[in-house]
């Protein structure tokens, strides 16, 4: 009833990471770097075993825009569909006399209405 391990579960296999490949940086007279993964004689290499950020100065984005971009707009309003265009029937209306006073019948006045406060005390 309590816990209880059951055999049919099999043992968390561990999670396989992989190494990064050694990668070699040759650097130039002209401030340009190559990356190639065969190894170079008589050069400056680097060698890099983490991933980095490109800083050089191709890669760097501008640091002043030319134009801001425009200001978002709101979308625009999509008007409703009528259900049925069609004009109203009228077998669905009762007749109303032209005098709507005299539909309504005037109530005699009743006793004041009592407050939420007063209903509970």
């Known amino acids: 009833m309590g816990l ?17 490949t050694v990668r070699t940086t040759l650097k130039h007279d002209l401030g340009t ?15 890099e075993e983490e991933c980095h950020t490109p800083t050089s100065p191709s890669q760097k984005l501008p640091t002043n825009p030319l134009v801001c971009p425009p200001a978002p707009k709101k979308p625009r309003v999509v008007p409703r569909r009528l259900k049925n265009l069609d004009p109203p029937s009228q077998e669905g ?8 006073a005299s539909v309504f019948v005037l109530r005699s006045p009743s006793l004041p209405r009592r407050t939420a406060k007063q209903a509970f005390f």
Request: aromatic fraction near 8%; avoid cysteine; proline fraction near 10%.
């Open 4 to 20: 209880e391990i059951l055999e049919e579960f099999r043992p968390i296999t561990p999670i396989r990471t992989v190494v990064p």
């Open 33 to 47: 770097t190559t990356t190639t993964t065969k190894e170079v004689l008589n050069e400056d290499v680097v060698i």
């Open 93 to 100: 209306f009762f007749q109303v006399p032209h005098d709507l």
